[in-house]
């Protein structure tokens, strides 16, 4: 097992990708502590699922864009568990809308929840890694905060300082045996993208040269990757899984 009684904390990880990367670590040997806002059963369930993969794991409702909630959970999963040597910032929100119309609401809450969310966790566990010399954090960041998506300028703005973000703090903590990277997703199956309009999911595909969606377990087994030892000389790089969206 790759990730055998390793300890890793998820953001957001009740469903979609959050969802599909707690199962595929804990598959590994992980034990898992993650998060969510509303869906306590779905939570439920995913906590007695991960049970039985003969893994621990809790989970805890947290907003991730409150520092303080964040922190305590984090004291929280390190007393439980024993330690911490994962942090995956995966949770995320969007509010699509024209730049025109989108109120300063609108712009907060996902600027708060995407990026001051990715802070909140990273700044939560980062002296307890410089302490152990040893710690690997992983930002789930999507091609939107690349190449730019249009009525996305607040999601787009986010995803961009997670990659901004990433690369800074490599930079900051390598000498300490500190890892950290990001993944960026594209056009994944999850209930974020099930939202779109068909029209606008039609021609997103014309621009996919493999031609469809990813899948939650497709961005879950590079975060593996990632996780793992057979990364350890990788750090501040920018993974893009998203079929060739963005290659051009």
């Known amino acids: 097992m790759l990730l055998k009684n390793k300890i890793a904390i998820i953001s957001g990880a009740s469903r979609g990708i959050g969802r599909a990367i707690a199962i595929e670590l804990a598959q590994e040997g992980a034990n898992i502590a993650f998060s969510y806002l509303k869906s306590k059963s779905e939570a439920q369930v995913l906590e007695e699922e991960l049970k039985t993969l003969g893994v621990k794991a809790k989970a805890s409702q947290v907003d991730i864009s409150d520092f303080e909630a964040v922190s ?66 992983i930002n789930i960041s999507s091609v939107s905060g690349i190449i730019g998506v249009a009525r996305q300028t607040n999601y787009a703005a986010s995803k961009a300082g997670i990659i901004g973000f990433t690369k800074s703090l490599a930079k900051e903590v390598g000498a300490y045996n500190i890892r950290v990277n990001a993944v960026a997703a594209g056009f994944i199956d999850t209930d974020m993208t099930k939202g779109l309009k068909d029209s606008y999911k039609n021609e997103m595909l014309k621009q996919i040269p493999l031609g469809r969606f990813g899948k939650p377990e497709e961005v879950a087994k590079v975060v593996k990757f990632l996780a793992s030892d057979e990364a350890r000389y990788i750090t501040g790089e920018v993974i893009v899984v998203d079929g060739g969206l963005t290659m051009a």
Do not use: H, P, Y
């Not at 999963?77 to 994962?86: N, V």
């Not at 730049?99 to 980062?126: H, S, Y």
């Open 72 to 137: 305590g959970w984090v004291k929280e999963t390190k007393e439980l568990f024993g330690g911490l040597d994962i942090v995956i910032n995966n949770a995320g929100i969007i509010k699509d809308m024209a730049l025109m119309f989108m109120e300063k609401a609108d712009w907060q809450v996902v600027i708060d929840t995407n990026l001051g969310g990715v802070f909140n966790l990273a700044r939560a566990a980062i002296i307890g890694f410089m302490k152990d010399k040893s710690g690997n954090i």
